[in-house]
């Protein structure tokens, strides 16, 4: 199936920089999400972003909803070490129907933050 | 709130044999279901959405003999991986519609190893 496309796959930073990854896509998406998932473990809900050109921040993330609506990037401001982890775009389109909540997750961002 | 949980979190099976993995949503009801797969160091790839008292959905590509989904209450759906076989060694990972925001929210996962 269709996948976002999301850069970059991996990023190897020092404790305390910022960090900054996005994804993109050649169709529209209604909504945008941000999810981070722990090794063995499944995605946890970071940000969701329901408007085009929305900008939300929760603690140290921020995210924007790109005004195309085919775009969105998630920062991270001055990283720590419990941020390590794998962190997907997913996009909804919200088609209606059984198609109603079905996500296209980005290929994910591996992040590895050394102390 | 909105907790979605999922049981077994690792099964070995033998090939041939069939494996029923349950996910639950414990503090609300869900109409709707997802289950993805995720091999190792890769995204999640939806495989079907399971409604409540009707048909799942599968996505183009899994076979729906195979990877038999019931959704028998608001609270449960059941995926049963008939036959397996090696290649269907993978994360298996659940997620319910629902909740104060109407939001996907994610089990934790389920890996299944077949021998």
């Known amino acids: 199936g269709q996948q976002l496309n999301q850069s970059p796959q991996s990023m190897f930073i020092q404790e305390g920089e910022d960090v900054s990854m996005n994804c993109t896509s050649s169709s529209i998406f209604n909504t945008w999400l941000w999810y981070k998932q722990d090794p063995g473990e499944g995605p946890v809900l970071l940000i969701a972003l329901y408007k085009a050109g929305e900008l939300t921040s929760n603690g140290r993330l921020t995210a924007q909803f790109g005004i195309t609506r085919k775009d969105s990037f998630l920062n991270i401001s001055a990283s720590i070490p419990s941020d390590v982890g794998i962190y997907f775009c997913?996009?909804?389109?919200?088609?209606?129907?059984?198609?109603?909540?079905?996500?296209?997750f980005g290929q994910g961002t591996i992040l590895t933050v050394h102390p | 709130g909105a907790v979605v949980s999922q049981h077994p979190s690792r099964v070995i099976c033998k090939s041939g044999t069939s494996v029923k993995i349950e996910c639950r949503s414990l503090?609300?009801?869900?109409?709707?279901m997802f289950w993805y797969r995720q091999f190792p160091k890769q995204s999640l790839m939806l495989m079907a959405t399971?409604?409540?008292?009707?048909?799942?959905?599968?996505e183009q590509g899994v076979e729906k003999d195979k990877f038999l989904i019931n959704h028998a209450s608001l609270t449960l759906s059941t995926l049963t991986v008939t036959s397996a076989h090696p290649e269907d060694s993978s994360f298996y990972i659940c997620?319910?519609?629902?909740?104060?925001?109407?939001?996907?929210?994610f089990g934790p996962g389920t890996r299944l190893t077949v021998t």
């Open positions: 503090d609300f009801q869900a109409t709707t």
């Open positions: 399971s409604n409540e008292g009707s048909k799942a959905t599968y």
């Open positions: 997620s319910a519609l629902g909740g104060f925001n109407y939001e996907q929210y």
């Open positions: 997913a996009g909804q389109r919200d088609a209606g129907g059984t198609s109603y909540g079905k996500l296209t």
